[in-house]
């Protein structure tokens, strides 16, 4: 990656999203986080302009921390459980 951003920095930043977003108490907003990263990593793995890989990386730190605040106020205010998620 010639943006300065290694593979591994990418990597790094898939593995905390999706990690924050399993912290989801809720199933809806845990499913929907986790399908628009993987979503969003997919759509964007053949990038090769350092321009448009460095500000799609920036972006996805800014998600991060989106993500964690999210979880922080969805803790703050629980709801009952799902039909789905009482059966696992």
């Excluded at 605040?69 to 629980?78: A, P």
């Amino acid at each position: 990656m010639a943006s300065g951003i290694t593979k591994n920095q990418v990597l790094a930043l898939y593995k905390s999203l999706m990690k924050e977003s399993h912290k989801f108490s809720n199933y809806n907003f845990r499913a929907y986080a986790l399908r628009r990263v993987r979503d969003a990593f997919k759509e964007n793995k053949s990038l090769m302009d350092s321009k448009t890989i460095k500000k799609e990386f920036l972006h996805g730190k800014e998600n991060l921390e989106i993500l964690k605040r999210q979880v922080i106020i969805g803790d703050m205010y629980k709801a009952e459980k799902l039909v789905i998620e009482q059966s696992q």
